[in-house]
């Protein structure tokens, strides 16, 4: 979650930060769509350079200049294209996830489970459920965890999409199609700061498997 200190500097802040963030993914989005090897290229660059020079970035102020993200080598393997099953038992409810605050106060934002994807990573078959957050940004919002949480990658996990923020890689929506690329994973906030605080994978999107691909860690 970003800085909402409530001064009018951070709240043009953040609005500036979401603008640069959906107007990142809308080229991101155009890119891939003919190559999405430059389109993960060109979003490595745009986001690092936001990470060292925005003032809502999460990277703490003294480590910005000298920020270098790290990322696995691109993947096209793992770029998919699943059509959203629906999940009726899950969209009637709401419930909060996970968070980095310890202990939760159940402040932050709830979600509503609202559908399955499937994919097909190193030989096997894979759900992972998407949520809807509720209020705040509202949007679609995919985290995991996978085998490499913990050592080469956030202890908590990833983030796959969060539309509230723009991360939002499209998909054929009139078909129920999403458009999930672990090369776009990307660390919480919390990863970087414990001093924020980030909805994180719950249980059912834990993979046993290492997903190699998007930023890292080590």
């Not at 925005?54 to 102020?61: A, F, G, L, M």
């Not at 003294?62 to 990322?71: D, L």
């Not at 999409?161 to 890689?169: E, I, N, T, V």
Request: glycine fraction near 10%; proline fraction near 9%.
């Amino acid at each position: 979650m970003n800085d909402t200190s409530g001064t009018p500097a951070s709240m043009l802040a953040l609005a500036d930060w979401r603008r640069r963030m959906a107007a990142l993914y809308d080229e991101v989005r155009r890119l891939a769509e003919s190559d999405p090897a430059a389109a993960h290229d060109h979003w490595r660059r745009v986001r690092e350079q936001l990470y060292r020079e925005h003032p809502q970035s999460p990277v703490p102020p003294r480590h910005r200049p000298g920020f270098a993200a790290r990322h696995y080598p691109y993947d096209p393997t793992l770029r998919f294209e699943p059509t959203l099953a629906g999940d009726e038992a899950g969209s009637r409810s709401q419930r909060s996830l996970p968070t980095s605050s310890d202990p939760d106060d159940g402040s932050g934002p709830r979600f509503r489970r609202i559908g399955w994807i499937a994919v097909q990573v190193q030989l096997g078959t894979r759900r992972l459920a998407v949520f809807w957050t509720e209020g705040y940004t509202g949007g679609l919002f995919l985290p995991f965890r996978d085998a490499t949480s913990g050592s080469e990658t956030y202890g908590a996990g990833r983030y796959l999409l969060d539309g509230g923020k723009g991360a939002d890689l499209g998909g054929d929506a009139a078909q129920g199609m999403l458009i999930v690329d672990f090369n776009f994973a990307y660390h919480p906030s919390c990863a970087f700061d414990p001093g924020w605080v980030c909805p994180l994978a719950p249980p059912e999107n834990w993979l046993d498997i290492p997903i190699r691909a998007g930023e890292r860690i080590r």
